[in-house]
């Protein structure tokens, strides 16, 4: 054994333990080897020592984005090394089994159809009692989305209700409900291209690129996976798809391209109930301020005012008891929780009246609950006394009693202390003065 | 975790099960990263580049034909992942300059100095890439030659071969600051 030799081994074994004996023999001889050794055991250490410590937040981030990701879907196969191709295969794998759980767990119908999930950090906890109706859903996603204050969890929110009207609008189409299907599209429009692309725009800068990447590969599969579907289904059908299709693809080339929020789409006045939950759920997740968020925390209550009453005129008191859950929600957290932190905040005199403002506009809006319970025909009556019900805590927060929806401070306005006084510092009202002069 | 116990977690991993696939992560998120952080230098964070390993590796867990083999296929994709990401124009302009490990130096360790640690630091950034690849793999994962191989896509011989030449390489380079032979 030489120097040459015995170099050789040194540098490519770990420790002198995986040294042949020869090797040691010929090292524990030789201050040259040894020396060697010594080295290049000081250069490993100085190489394990050298890493730069990193962020202890980023391995739990890891934990938030991997327990919103879907299960992959068994045995799908590599179709080419391309790395584009293995995400779209990743990604139909992940839309598959995200859908298949959650037909098990009763969140999709059965009948809905196969689309990818979008994978987005961690995702809000499911109901216990998971809605099955549209109507249903879309209130408890906005019963989730102002009861939320970090754009992680309005990503996460937006996304499930994205795919959700996704599935809404395939249900329609092929169902030739050609008035349907269009609104659900601007809605879908108005979640991605305006709330969940500008919500991904104030995620953190770490989180943004791996959950924009993971969103927008996931939306541009879904838009392939709807144009193909509108190839295959009849032309009407076909052509009720494909502006779908297209919200997906400019979605997610928006997302890719971290563009932040489009301009909401042009007809902001004119749609239903559902329509105007959309659209203030959405101003709610890009509000700025907790009197913006309040502000829209009240249409949206408004909003599922008016699905209350659709729902229990229509006969369905149970749905109306859920939705009544959701107004709760909604009123306490969104409405009266803003109020109470703007005015935590010494507001200036103007935001101290806009809050006022906004507490008699919540109130109003579930007043008419209780006008139309009034006159309500019998079959309605339970339904509407369910959801006043199931309310009743946030009514009463925003100034309404829980028993019959009388004003929680009896009197006229001007005794409030809310509004100048009409009398201009006559102790009465104008007119009565003049009546009880004889 | 042994290697029966780590079979197990990716098996169950592949299943669906959340919570062995974060101890696998546990496992591997150090060696992990630290090699990417060697890879990488400054051009990306080690961080970044852990996480997109991890996430790909779990949305493509059951392409995994051979569970034995997990080590050696999330150290491929971390490979893959970091590459792809040096290919593409730097993000960042600092200065290359690393931080040496932060340690006190004593009288006798002299290879904790600071001066020895940017030496060091400057020594590794100067190994060509295969080199620095294979001789970082070897040190942070204690990986054997033969996973090497396969995480490297070449023989067991190249790899060997590779780390011994870069620990020569280093060893010449080092050998001032230590007070040792070249």
Redesign the interface.
């Known amino acids: 054994m030489n120097c040459a030799s015995a170099e050789s081994w040194l540098l490519a074994a770990r420790t002198a333990a995986d040294l042949p004996e020869g090797v040691r023999g010929h090292v524990a001889g030789c201050d040259h080897c040894r020396g060697l050794q010594r080295l290049v055991s000081a250069i490993d250490r100085q190489a394990a020592g050298a890493v730069r410590p990193g962020d202890p937040a980023a391995r739990r981030r890891l934990d938030t984005i991997l327990a919103a990701l879907p299960d992959p879907r068994p045995g799908v196969r590599r179709a080419s090394r391309a790395r584009s191709h293995v995400l779209a295969l990743l990604f139909v794998a992940v839309g598959v089994v995200g859908w298949l759980v959650g037909w098990a767990t009763g969140r999709v119908a059965p009948t809905r159809p196969v689309e990818p999930t979008i994978p987005v950090v961690a995702p809000p906890d499911p109901a216990p009692n998971p809605p099955n109706s549209f109507d249903l859903r879309l209130a408890h996603f906005a019963a989730e989305v102002t009861g939320q204050d970090a754009p992680a969890a309005f990503a996460a929110s937006l996304t499930a209700v994205a795919q959700d009207i996704r599935a809404e609008a395939v249900r329609t189409a092929e169902a030739g409900r050609i008035r349907d299907t269009p609104r659900l599209v601007a809605m879908h429009d108005r979640v991605v291209r305006h709330g969940l692309a500008g919500v991904l725009a104030r995620l953190p800068s770490d989180t943004r690129r791996t959950v924009s990447a993971s969103v927008s590969a996931a939306l541009a599969l879904a838009g392939e996976d709807l144009a193909r579907r509108a190839d295959a289904v009849a032309p009407a059908v076909g052509e009720l798809l494909r502006p779908l299709a297209e919200s997906c693809a400019k979605g997610a080339d928006q997302i890719r391209g971290a563009k932040g929020p489009a301009a909401p789409p042009a007809s902001e006045v004119g749609g239903g109930p559902d329509d105007e939950l959309i659209r203030h759920s959405v101003r709610f997740v890009l509000a700025e301020s907790a009197l913006a968020k309040a502000d829209a925390s009240a249409d949206v209550s408004a909003a599922v005012a008016q699905l209350i009453t659709s729902v229990a005129f229509d006969g369905r008191p149970d749905e109306a008891s859920q939705l009544g859950v959701s107004l709760d929600a909604i009123i306490l957290k969104g409405v009266a929780g803003n109020l109470d932190r703007t005015l935590a905040g010494q507001p200036t005199a103007a935001a101290r009246e806009e809050a006022a403002g906004i507490r008699q506009r919540s109130s109003r809006a579930t007043q008419a609950l209780e006008r139309n319970l009034a006159k309500a025909p019998p079959a309605a009556r339970a339904g509407l006394e369910r959801a006043l019900n199931a309310s009743a805590k946030g009514r009463e927060s925003v100034g309404h009693s829980p028993d019959g929806g009388k004003p929680a401070q009896k009197g006229p306005p001007w005794k409030k202390g809310d509004f100048e006084h009409p009398g201009k510092g006559n102790a009465v009202p104008p007119g009565w003065q003049k009546k009880s002069v004889p | 975790m042994d290697h029966e116990t780590e079979l197990d977690c990716v098996r169950r991993a592949?299943a669906?099960d959340?919570a062995a696939?974060?101890a696998l992560?546990d496992r591997y998120?150090s060696p992990v990263?630290?090699w990417l952080?060697?890879l990488a230098g400054d051009r990306e964070?080690?961080?970044?580049l852990?996480?997109?390993t991890?996430?790909?590796a779990?949305?493509?867990?059951?392409?995994l034909s051979e569970p034995a083999a997990f080590r050696v296929w999330v150290f491929r994709i971390a490979k893959t992942e970091a590459l792809?990401q040096l290919r593409k124009p730097a993000r960042r302009t600092e200065a290359l300059t690393?931080?040496?490990?932060?340690?006190q130096p004593g009288p006798a360790q002299a290879?904790?100095t600071a001066e020895?640690?940017a030496a060091?630091?400057a020594a590794?950034r100067g190994l060509a890439d295969p080199y620095r690849t294979a001789?970082?793999l070897?040190?942070?994962d204690?990986m054997a030659y033969t996973e090497m191989s396969r995480v490297l896509e070449t023989t067991e011989e190249t790899a060997?071969w590779r780390?011994?030449e870069a620990?020569?390489r280093?060893?010449r380079a080092?050998?001032p600051h230590?007070g040792?032979?070249s």
């Not at chain 2, 964070?45 to 970044?48: K, L, M, Q």
């Open positions: 592949q669906g959340r696939f974060s992560v998120w990263r630290a952080d060697g964070p080690a961080d970044d852990a996480q997109e991890f996430l790909k779990w949305l493509s867990l059951r392409q792809a690393r931080e040496p490990a932060t340690r290879l904790e020895a640690g060091f630091a590794v001789y970082l070897w040190t942070h204690q060997r780390v011994c620990r020569r280093l060893a080092m050998a230590l040792g032979k």
